[in-house]
């Protein structure tokens, strides 16, 4: 069974065709890259993924179970975490209470992050330090570099414990420094946690390493799905995104 797929994904608005009969299905595990121009669809096919959207026509399912007009607190709910192109941290809080909110998110019908303090600050700590912030706990999350708030981010994330885990650009304005540590990162959440990871990336050189597949949008189609390598030679590809073999 798949962790995520789409069949006969669509979505119109006002007489535009952003995302066309996509079908897709990501394996249990699988780290899949999602690359295409500017306007390609790829938030928008996140969106939809996650229920901010609802689609014209199609299914969304997540490990088989048609989750297409559930809401995206109950997706959440059921194992599907996102992140944002731009960040989504309480910049006034610290670290730690940043990623305490998040675990008490996961379970907001009881009280133990309240009643136990303790041990949800020990919580938070271990996700901080499984991203590389174990010494960031007490600073204000505003006060971040942006690298540093991207991981934060990630941390959040996890705090939520998804089983699948969609990345919306995660090294925009990232600086060049923090770029190996950051895919470094999301190749740990993906191989070392067993979680089912869609990465939608423009820095090639990060999906190249990183992604066991590449699905490649344009126009809100799926122009090809298959390996990093076969998807690099493939020459529609090339002449709709990475740019035709002459003008390499």
């Known amino acids: 069974m798949s962790a995520l797929s789409t069949r006969g994904l669509s979505l119109a608005i006002g ?3 952003l995302v066309t009969d996509l079908t897709l299905d990501v394996a249990q595990g699988e780290l ?11 938030t928008t096919l996140f969106n939809l993924l996650t229920g901010i959207l609802a689609p014209t ?4 399912l997540l490990n088989g179970r048609d989750v297409t007009r559930t809401a995206p607190h109950t997706r959440a709910r059921l194992g599907l975490g996102r992140t944002f192109q731009t960040s989504s941290l309480f910049p006034a809080l610290s670290v ?17 992050v309240l009643r136990r303090p303790g041990r949800a600050a020990d919580n938070a700590r271990e996700h901080l330090a499984s991203v590389g912030l174990a010494d960031r706990g007490a600073v204000t999350a505003g006060s971040l570099a942006h690298g540093e708030q991207r991981k934060l981010e990630i941390a959040l994330l996890l705090a939520l414990d998804p089983a699948v885990v969609l990345l919306d650009e995660p090294m925009a304005g990232v600086g060049s420094g923090d770029v190996d540590e950051l895919s470094a990162l999301i190749g740990r959440i993906g191989r ?15 999906v190249l390493g990183l992604a066991d597949r590449i699905a490649v ?3 809100g189609r799926l122009l090809a799905c298959d390996t990093p390598k076969a998807v690099m030679a493939d020459e529609t590809v090339q002449s709709a995104y990475l740019g035709t073999r002459s003008a390499a």
Not at 37 to 42: D, L
Not at 97 to 112: C, D, F, H, I, K
Not at 197 to 205: A, F, G
């Open 15 to 17: 007489g535009a065709q």
């Open 32 to 42: 899949l890259g999602v690359i295409g121009p500017n306007g390609a669809g790829k």
């Open 57 to 60: 026509s199609g299914q969304v």
């Open 96 to 112: 730690v209470e940043n990623v305490r909110l998040a675990l008490q998110a996961r379970n907001p019908g009881t009280l133990s």
């Open 192 to 206: 070392e946690q067993r979680r089912t990871v869609l990465l939608v990336e423009h820095h090639m050189d990060v």
């Open 217 to 219: 949008l344009h126009h």
